[in-house]
């Protein structure tokens, strides 16, 4: 079975353009996550969807967005990019809302130069 | 809201020494707790996971933690670590409502030393 599959690993753009990551969950589940991880802020906790509805949403400007497709995978949209944005974004895979193990991917390293 | 401390962010070891990752909650309702670990270049694997019932839970390659709600703490101890064991660990939180919502500590670097 495959794994939660994100692409790409990694990604160098530069301030003001924007990004799109892209998260495969694992095949059947239907809830995704999104997390950034910033040596400083640790891991924060972006959005969720389920069943294409994004459920909650953590603290984030709006220039963080995200959607989830009827197979389940997941994108996530940075514009107006920022040197702080530079992160590691990881996605997280479930069952459904009631599975409370988080499967995640290897991340998306994002460079903002 | 939930908030979640790993007072450590290194813990230096000798290999099969015992060891101790500290973690402490806060919350005003109750909370599913989590133990993750990252390795190098890598996503996050879960270790294991207390949502109730017995307060001992154990992951299959020697790691425990207890539920102690009383201190608020989950801590990750195990016995004998191996240079394998080399990793960063997270403690994190989610609410039985949202449970897809992880809260994390800020992590601890465990390098286990020959």
């Known amino acids: 079975k495959a794994g939660v599959t994100q692409t790409p690993r990694y990604l160098i753009k530069t301030r003001g353009q924007q990004v799109t990551l892209s998260c495969s969950p694992i095949s059947g589940h239907r809830s995704v996550s999104w997390y950034q991880q910033t040596p400083g802020q640790g891991l924060q906790f972006l959005f969720e969807y389920f069943s294409e509805t994004q459920r909650n949403k953590g603290n984030f400007p709006g220039r963080f967005s995200g959607r989830q497709f009827s197979n389940s995978r997941s994108e996530m949209n940075v514009s107006t990019l920022e040197l702080g944005d530079s992160a590691l974004y990881l996605c997280?895979?479930?069952?459904?809302?009631?599975?409370?193990?988080?499967?995640f991917g290897q991340g998306t390293r994002l460079t903002v130069v | 809201a939930q908030s979640v401390t790993q007072l450590d962010s290194q813990v230096p070891v000798f290999e099969e020494a015992p060891v101790e990752l500290r973690c402490n909650y806060s919350s005003s309702v109750s909370v599913y707790l989590f133990w993750y670990v990252q390795y190098p270049n890598q996503g996050l694997q879960l270790l294991l996971k207390y949502l109730s019932g017995s307060t001992l839970v154990e992951s299959i390659n020697g790691f425990e933690a207890e539920f102690n709600k009383s201190q608020t703490s989950f801590h990750l101890r195990k016995p004998s670590v191996h240079i394998s064991d080399t990793a960063e660990y997270f403690c994190?939180?989610?609410?039985?409502?949202?449970?897809?919502?992880?809260?994390f500590g800020s992590g601890t670097r465990l390098l286990v030393r020959p």
């Open positions: 994190a939180v989610s609410r039985p409502a949202s449970s897809y919502k992880l809260i």
């Open positions: 997280a895979s479930s069952y459904s809302d009631s599975d409370f193990e988080a499967f």
